[in-house]
């Protein structure tokens, strides 16, 4: 059983440092993904002390301190740039640590405990987490740590690590609350530390502290990672989880209450899919029972036994190794930030590219978390207004508006992002009039100072 664990702990380790190793094997020392570029300017900024206001976008919105961003400024301090790439990966290896510990709390049986990690180690949720510097891996590292401790005589500890969690985000604030509803009906005895911890997380909803988060997209194909959803599950993890649902749903008597949480949780996060990371520690224990029970099974055959579970087991892992080199090939790429090697000025592109723009010491008009600011409605239409716009005067205007004095163009924004073809609405502006002069890039992003 200690081979198992330790091997098990061994692939963990190897599929959260893949995805980035990877990528600096393919010389792309970018962080991936589009949100960890926010979060590590704001955890550079916090060393020159708190902000009040984000002054990285156009008009400025009101900070609201992070505790995610108070860890990576100490990381960043200690180690450098550096740490942007290892805290998550230390998150989340911290996280799968507590999950095993947890599950010897919670009394689940040995021989079930390795199927469960082995399922929570090849899920793409997690493997995402450690990649993509989100507060994801942090917050669940906290919550799962938090759970732990709240089982135990250093209840106050997990307490106190509940409210950082609480305090990383509303959605983040949510979870930590279904998490202690969930422990208070299945563990009636530890109803004064479930409570007193719960009533401090109501209280941070009350008084409105909760940092912004951007919106992701949602359906089905951000629900499965072999549709293309970053935070999805696997479909063999899927399916197993849902045979792993009809095997435990006989102790729906005993614990009704929490089922019922775990239900409407798991629906929830069809909607909401910052929920999928936290969802995945259930259908990740549904899975590795149902794997568990087939181990267990008596078969008249027993290679076919062996058979069927080598095929489940390559199912997560291939799903999982496909999902990671998805997540390595990840935008930006250094060329991107080779085009915005000029002058600091303030830049117009679209939103997804606004962290990016910010991060490398510009001002960007419009970014994911634009709805923050003090007239987002506003500046949302003049941006809208001047990408459809051939107007030469009416876009000099608006561009005067923000002080923009750079416009960054890639093909992405040509073929679908913003426009249908290319030299549409300001693309065929900046191409054909004197207003604008292109500077060199040596890619196919195109950039174009305004005179």
Not at 118 to 123: D, E, G, K, Q
Not at 248 to 277: D, E, N, T
Not at 378 to 386: G, R, S
Request: hydrophobic share 50%.
């Amino acid at each position: 059983m200690k081979r198992h664990l330790l091997a098990i702990f061994v692939l963990v380790i190897f599929m959260t440092v893949l995805p980035t190793h990877l990528r600096f094997a393919h010389h792309n020392p970018t962080l991936a993904g589009i949100e960890p570029y926010y979060h590590s300017r704001m955890a550079m900024e916090l060393l020159n002390g708190i902000p009040k206001e984000d002054t990285g976008i156009a008009n400025g919105r009101p900070y609201i301190l992070h505790p995610y961003h108070v860890v990576l400024a100490l990381g960043y301090k200690l180690i450098g740039p550096l740490a942007f790439n290892l805290l998550p990966i230390i998150f989340a290896i911290t996280g799968f640590v507590f999950f095993w510990l947890l599950l010897k709390k919670l009394g689940i049986p040995k021989n079930t405990r390795p199927w469960i990690l082995l399922a929570y180690a090849l899920s793409p949720p997690m493997i995402a987490t450690a990649t993509i510097g989100t507060p994801h891996a942090f917050v669940l590292a906290l919550l799962m740590a938090g759970t732990w401790l709240l089982l135990t005589r250093w209840w106050i500890l997990g307490s106190i690590l509940y409210i950082i969690a609480s305090l990383s985000g509303l959605i983040y604030n949510i979870t930590a609350i279904v998490f202690l509803i969930v422990l208070l009906l299945a563990f009636p005895k530890k109803t004064h530390s479930c409570i007193a911890t719960a009533i401090v997380c109501i209280i941070a909803i009350v008084i409105g502290h909760y940092p912004p988060a951007t919106e992701m997209p949602r359906g089905i194909a951000q629900y499965l990672s072999d549709f293309g959803g970053v935070y999805g599950f696997s479909i063999f993890a899927f399916l197993l989880a849902i045979v792993g649902a009809v095997l435990v749903w006989k102790h729906k008597q005993k614990y009704y209450g929490a089922y019922a949480i775990v239900i409407a949780f798991l629906i929830a996060s069809f909607f909401l899919p910052r929920l999928l990371v936290f969802a995945n520690v259930i259908v990740s224990a549904l899975a590795g029972t149902a794997l568990a029970k087939l181990s267990q099974r008596e078969w008249e055959l027993g290679f076919l036994r062996q058979a069927a579970l080598l095929v489940l087991f390559c199912g997560l892992l291939f799903s999982s190794i496909s999902h990671a080199v998805t997540l390595a090939d990840t935008p930006p790429t250094p060329a991107f930030f080779k085009a915005l090697e000029f002058p600091s000025g303030t830049v117009l592109t679209h939103e997804n590219y606004g962290f990016w723009v910010e991060s490398a010491g510009h001002t960007a008009v419009i970014d994911p978390l634009w709805k923050e600011l003090a007239a987002p409605d506003d500046q949302n239409w003049d941006v809208e207004a001047l990408f459809k716009s051939t107007d030469l005067i009416k876009t000099n205007l608006l561009l005067r508006k923000y002080n923009v004095t750079h416009v960054l163009i890639t093909p992405e924004m040509e073929h679908g992002l913003i426009w249908e073809r290319e030299e549409e609405g300001l693309d065929f502006l900046v191409k054909n009039s004197e207003t604008f002069k292109k500077l060199e890039t040596n890619s196919s992003i195109g950039v174009w100072r305004t005179r």
